[in-house]
């Protein structure tokens, strides 16, 4: 070996230690980033759990045992009897209104029972503790809530319950719950899937398929949409206020259709929601479907047209089914992002406080993030651990969606 081989051999090899050392030092750089990560969502998702339990101290207004008819308590009651306990301890003019929003022959038996406790018992929650008080301090606790409140009975409650899932929204946090918020929500991302998953898909496949990649139109429309998908959530929902609401009110209020009554309706709607969020994610759709469409082997297309197939027979029966997975990938993220939106929504017109579940695309709604806002801005405290709640509602819903959306993917993937 000549001097020159070993001086040229000692420089490569310090070449790489240099390598080395860099690549070392930004695996460190990436393993610390993802403890932070990490650690992060953890500190999250203790808070959460933080506020979403813990002691409380509930007194009534009215004691529910002096309510019992004939010393039969009020959980055993029949509907008939429970309906003259009500009328009897609120004003006629409250009982005539809660007749109009629906007959009391038409209510079931805890339906009234629920009146009874929310109209007349009136519980309410004087003080609690965090869920972390509750567990290392709870002599503390039960001390403090027998001097400061010895008419309340104190126990540990859980925010999240089966009772909350099921129940609509109320002007009481210990009986609110966030069923009319869970239906909002599905009917707002069903919508704006529908919507956004056919045109973006289309949108790809012609960009990517048919279209002149280096032509002066094609360019323009690709920055467009590279540009769209970073646009704040807001201009949306400024756009679909625009659109939906006021410019098409007819058809999303269901006027058009003959669905809605003509003198109250407005364009402030489930299906104005759905839409504007599918506007939304639809960039992010034909952005993801254009990558998982340039990502199929250009050798699958040449065999597809070596056998006589024409381009549409090609993109239709090869291109799209090796694509879909990755296709349905960038949905489910998409769809992540909408169902967590506020911003747009409040825009368009998504009510902070409704209590009638959504029937119809043309029914007034709310969502879960609204309702998480929504509670988060009152001054109570009991309504901030009922967001705390609905925070793990929300994140449950996703979870279930994302899985189901996967589930098929995959499903789909072993049938291709």
Not at 92 to 116: H, K, T
Not at 252 to 280: E, K, M, Q
Not at 378 to 394: D, Y
């Amino acid at each position: 070996m000549s001097l020159e081989d070993g001086r040229l051999l000692l420089a490569q090899s310090g070449q790489v230690e240099r390598r080395n050392a860099t690549a070392k030092r930004w695996r460190v750089f990436f393993g610390l980033s993802t403890l932070v990560g990490i650690v992060m969502l953890v500190l999250l998702l203790a808070n959460i759990t933080n506020s979403a339990f813990g002691m409380v101290a509930i007194q009534s207004k009215v004691d529910p045992a002096s309510l019992a008819v004939n010393g039969v308590p009020l959980e055993e009651l029949d509907k008939e009897t429970l309906t003259l306990v009500l009328r009897e301890h609120i004003s006629a003019g409250l009982y005539r209104r809660l007749e109009n929003d629906q007959p009391f022959e038409g209510r079931s038996r805890e339906n009234v029972l629920d009146l009874i406790y929310e109209r007349v018992v009136e519980p309410e929650i004087v003080m609690q503790w965090r869920l972390y008080d509750s567990l290392f301090r709870r002599v503390e606790v039960l001390a403090e809530a027998a001097t400061d409140f010895p008419a309340a009975r104190t126990e540990f409650k859980s925010w999240l319950s089966l009772a909350f899932i099921t129940a609509p929204q109320s002007a009481n946090a210990v009986r609110a719950g966030v069923r009319t918020a869970i239906l909002g929500s599905l009917w707002t991302i069903s919508i704006a899937v529908a919507f956004a998953f056919p045109i973006g898909v289309g949108a790809a496949t012609y960009l990517e398929e048919f279209a002149n990649r280096n032509g002066l139109v094609n360019r323009i429309i690709q920055t467009n949409i590279n540009n769209l998908s970073g646009v704040p959530s807001i201009i949306y929902g400024i756009l679909g206020l625009a659109i939906f609401v006021r410019a098409l009110g007819g058809f999303t209020s269901g006027v058009a259709f003959r669905l809605s009554d003509p003198s109250t309706a407005n364009g402030r709607t489930i299906v104005a929601a759905g839409l504007t969020l599918g506007l939304l994610i639809l960039p992010l759709v034909i952005i993801n479907a254009q990558e998982a469409i340039r990502a199929v082997p250009n050798t699958l297309r040449q065999a597809s047209f070596g056998l006589g197939a024409t381009r549409w027979q090609t993109v239709w029966h090869h291109v799209i089914p090796n694509a879909m997975g990755g296709i349905l990938t960038g949905t489910i993220l998409a769809m992540s992002r909408a169902i967590g939106e506020t911003a747009p929504l409040v825009v368009v017109g998504a009510s902070t406080y409704i209590t009638v579940d959504p029937t119809s695309p043309f029914s007034k709604f709310t969502t879960l993030p609204i309702q998480i806002y929504q509670w988060t801005s009152r001054p109570q405290e009991e309504f901030r651990n009922i967001a705390a709640a609905a925070i793990f509602v929300l994140l449950a819903l996703l979870f279930l969606l994302n899985g189901t959306a996967i589930y098929f993917r995959n499903r789909l993937g072993r049938r291709l």
